[in-house]
T-cell receptor, first 114, second 110 residues
Framework: GDSVTQMEGPVTLSEEAFLTINCTYT??????LFWYVQYPGEGLQLLLK?????DKGSNKGFEATYRKETTSFHLEKGSVQVSDSAVYFC?????????????FGKGTSLLVTP | NAGVTQTPKFRILKIGQSMTLQCAQD?????MYWYRQDPGMGLKLIYY???????DKGEVPNGYNVSRSTTEDFPLRLELAAPSQTSVYFC?????????FGEGSWLTVV
């Protein structure tokens, strides 16, 4: 079935370091891809999305490019801040009978230290 | 701008008790969802609804029931609570592929 695999955490970086969180997917169709962020004690917030191959989603300095040839949607940020410490979830949607239900990866915890 | 509102935020239940988690959205979205999030895991879909009067099972429906009598409300009922249902529950709604989440309900079954 459809699934998302993202790199294991936790990831610990110093402030201003470069961030990459890997995400690959398996799907029979052409999914839309998402990154969600969850800050401690809060719900999930949409960070960025891409709906077709070669699309680049971007928000708050984060970027991810939909790569159909490698079935990947890696999250990157050039210079992380302490406030970026959170759990990041990669997810996909296939337009299906379940509406637009998201299929999530397990999440990657990021800790940024001063 | 309320968005998706869940109540209660925290609840402790005893084994065998029942309760309902409330969810309401004010965006007139047709699609609504209930997820659970276990520690170190992504969210798993419990139930979903594509419109008032229509509900269907997701990946992990056992032990839960839902109803959708109005567009706005999508309550999740736990019957005979078990320790395995200790989790964080998220309600969500969508119109198209942008999904909005509530802030979560932390449930502990002891």
């Amino acid at each position: 079935g459809d699934s998302v695999t993202q790199m294991e955490g936790p990831v610990t970086l110093s402030e201003e370091a470069f961030l990459t969180i890997n995400c690959t997917y398996t799907a029979t169709g052409y999914p839309s891809l998402f990154w969600y962020v969850q800050y401690p004690g809060e719900g999930l917030q949409l960070l960025l999305k891409a709906t077709k191959a070669d699309d680049k989603g971007s928000n708050k300095g984060f970027e991810a490019t939909y790569r159909k040839e490698t079935t990947s949607f890696h999250l990157e940020k050039g210079s992380v801040q302490v406030s970026d410490s959170a759990v990041y979830f990669c997810a996909l949607i296939l337009n299906s009978n379940s509406g637009y239900a998201l299929n999530f990866g397990k999440g990657t915890s990021l800790l940024v230290t001063p | 701008n309320a968005g998706v509102t869940q109540t209660p935020k925290f609840r402790i239940l005893k084994i065998g008790q029942s309760m309902t988690l409330q969810c309401a959205q004010d965006m007139n979205h047709n699609y609504m969802y209930w997820y659970r999030q276990d520690p170190g895991m992504g969210l798993k879909l419990i139930y979903y609804s594509v419109g008032a009067g229509i509900t269907d099972k997701g990946e992990v429906p056992n032990g839960y029931n839902v109803s959708r009598s109005t567009t706005e409300d999508f309550p999740l009922r736990l019957e005979l609570a078990a320790p395995s249902q200790t989790s964080v529950y998220f309600c969500a709604s969508s119109q198209g592929n942008t999904i909005y989440f509530g802030e979560g309900s932390w449930l502990t079954v002891v």
